[in-house]
């Protein structure tokens, strides 16, 4: 992430607005709508990096809970510096409260589950959605993954499990999508079974069947809708690609102090 913020830098060496002066000035950014804050932590990093002295300060904390207009942060130092990198901020911000706040919206549907993040993919995005699903309330369990593409190496879903459970501690997650697949792992020694584009009957049936054996995740596509049915199910995690590819950018504002 640092190498992300640098690159930002980078690209804003140089610029700068003509109506806008070197005097020094204070930045005010809010929220424009209720949710979860999530982001301040990164944007002073990332101001931390550039070559201006500015001065930063947290009006709230990453995770808590922010009414309409209320204050995030605030930084003082040259206005045309500062003018140059806002963009940046509000959008880094607006992001990473948007992820943060549904994760939270989907917890609060959830009577017996939690939220956790499964690290599905290693880029600059996924490394900025992680910590905001953290802010959001999401765990981060450090699992073995068997992917489809293991699953296939090896011929099975249970060897690959038994290989997995040989050669490694973590405790092993491997993914379903269809309630038969269930059926065919329901005695190996996996740890943790996501169920994945299963419809809603499937899911229970699966629930009923486990007993609380393995450990169950929830993924695939689930919309906020689906939480209606699913949220009183008695299972461990759940998790959705929505949170990172879904999730819309807050709306986050600037007021311009003296």
Same mark, same amino acid.
């Given at each position: 992430m640092l190498r992300y913020f640098e690159t930002i830098i980078e690209s804003l060496? &140089? +610029?700068?607005?003509?109506?806008?002066d070197n005097t020094q000035g204070v930045f005010y950014l809010f929220s424009k709508e209720e949710g979860i804050v999530s982001g301040l932590?990164?944007?002073?990093t990332l101001l931390n990096l550039y070559d201006i002295e #500015?001065? =930063?300060? +947290?009006? +709230?904390?990453?995770g808590q809970s922010v009414k309409r207009g209320e204050i995030l942060c605030s930084m003082q130092g040259e206005k045309a510096s500062i003018y140059i990198i806002l963009p940046t901020l509000t959008y880094l911000v607006g992001k990473m409260m948007g992820i943060a706040s549904l994760v939270r919206l989907y917890q609060s549907k959830?009577?017996? /589950? &939690?939220? #956790?993040?499964l690290n599905e993919f290693s880029t600059i995005?996924?490394?900025i959605s992680a910590k905001a699903m +953290?802010? &959001?309330g999401a765990q981060n369990l450090?699992? =073995?993954k068997l992917d489809e593409t293991l699953i296939e190496l090896y011929g099975n879903r249970v060897l690959a499990i038994e290989k997995a459970k040989t050669i490694q501690e973590k405790p092993v997650m491997v993914e379903i999508t269809d309630i038969q697949q269930f059926y065919e792992i329901d005695s190996t020694s996996v740890d943790y079974i996501c169920l994945k584009y299963l419809n809603d009957e499937a899911i229970r049936r699966i629930i009923l069947d486990n007993r609380g054996k393995k450990r169950l995740i929830i993924g695939g596509l689930i919309l906020p809708q689906r939480l209606d049915v699913i949220g009183s199910y008695q299972f461990d995690f759940l998790y959705t690609s929505? =949170?990172?590819? /879904?999730s819309r950018i807050y709306d986050i504002g600037v007021k311009v102090g003296v």
């Open positions: 060496r &140089g +610029k700068q607005n003509p109506m806008v932590d990164e944007i002073q #500015i001065a =930063f300060r +947290k009006h +709230k904390n990453n959830l009577q017996y /589950a &939690g939220i #956790i993040d995005e996924t490394a +953290k802010d &959001g450090d699992l =073995f929505l =949170f990172s590819n /879904a």
